[in-house]
């Protein structure tokens, strides 16, 4: 798991994840009345937390997040490894990442535009193609922008990571999860030379792009599929009744109950899991949580002040 723990006048710092965090309402002369910003916070396990192993950076296994600021937006993004690559050698947190480490450098480079989420992901995806040094492997990714003057958000979704907006009480937006068959998502990859046209690879523009306006108090939930496979809406919706007011202290301590019952459930052989859900509706007798990574990403939109 990672906490969050407030320093200085601007930042608070995930101290295990590495993750950065920074609030709208102590403002840097970057904002103006009447702009919004979102307050973040975020937990997250690792299918090999109980043996004791943390990745350094904000990795939880094989997931990997970032959350980042520039003078026009927040953004923040989650991107889960394709597991399978560690069958030929390959370490799946690297390419998640470096893919997420790239979109937080662009974002802070102000290379981006607000509007244009996906735009971050190839941009990112084409920097990994070129790097000199190869990468190889496969990633899910999920891309969230709050464009702070218009007061909108702007998401692109690829695979079955994603988002959920809350609004009293209620799920007022989420994320389409992109399947191609059962537990075979959506994704962005890199394979060597011989594998190319056989390893499954999707172009960023595939992801599901969706703009709307969001209101002051409105929460942002960003996630990979270790939290949507184990816990439907209505737990999350639970969880987020505990959540009183916008300080760090308070989301982060959400974001961490969020994700320690999603990890319980992950384990419980008895609970019949939305993932288990979904494969008897695809033909298999399956039962029980689903050992995943998990990440988890809460936001509340507040008032951005200088």
Same mark, same amino acid.
């Given at each position: 798991?990672? @906490? ?12 295990? =994840?590495?993750?950065?965090? !920074? ?14 910003? *979102? %307050? ?9 937390? +109980?043996? =004791? /192993? ?27 490894? #394709? =597991?399978?690559? +560690? ?18 450098? *662009? ?13 971050? /992901? !190839? ?21 969230? #922008? ?6 909108? *958000? ?44 056989? %390893? ?13 306006? #969001? ?21 999350? /919706?639970?969880? /987020?009744?505990?959540?009183?007011? @916008?300080? $760090?202290? @308070? ?15 992950? $384990? ?39």
């Amino acid at each position: 798991m990672f @906490s969050v723990l407030s320093y200085g006048r601007l930042v608070a710092r995930a101290v295990l =994840g590495g993750l950065s965090q !920074t609030d709208p309402r102590a403002g840097s002369g970057g904002g103006g009345g009447g702009d919004y910003g *979102l %307050v973040t916070a975020g937990c997250g396990f690792g299918k090999d937390f +109980r043996k =004791g /192993l943390l990745k350094k950076g904000a990795c939880y296994g094989d997931d990997a997040c970032f959350v980042a600021r520039h003078r026009s937006a927040d953004v923040l993004g989650v991107a889960d490894g #394709v =597991g399978g690559w +560690r069958d030929y050698g390959v370490d799946p947190s690297q390419f998640s990442g470096t893919l997420m480490r790239t979109c937080e450098r *662009l974002v802070k480079e102000g290379r981006f535009v607000p509007s244009n989420p996906i735009g971050i /992901l !190839t941009t990112s995806y084409c920097e990994l193609l070129q790097n000199k040094v190869p990468l190889l492997g496969s990633s899910t990714a999920c891309i969230v #922008v709050l464009d702070r003057t218009s007061h909108r *958000l702007h998401t692109a979704n690829l695979g079955d990571s994603g988002f959920l907006v809350v609004r009293g009480g209620e799920v007022v937006h989420r994320s389409d999860e992109q399947q191609h068959y059962f537990n075979t998502p959506f994704q962005l990859s890199i394979a060597p030379p011989e594998a190319e046209g056989v %390893v499954l690879s999707d172009s960023p523009d595939a992801a599901d792009s969706t703009s709307f306006d #969001v209101q002051l108090g409105d929460i942002i939930l960003t996630a990979t599929d270790g939290l949507f496979d184990n816990m439907p809406d209505y737990m999350i /919706l639970q969880e /987020l009744k505990k959540l009183k007011n @916008s300080n $760090y202290e @308070s989301i982060q301590q959400t974001a961490r109950s969020i994700a320690e019952q999603a990890h319980e459930l992950a $384990y419980d052989p008895n609970y019949m899991s939305p993932f288990a859900q979904f494969a008897c509706d695809n033909g298999l007798n399956v039962r029980g949580g689903k050992p995943d990574d998990i990440t988890v990403l809460l936001s509340i939109v507040a008032e951005y002040t200088d």
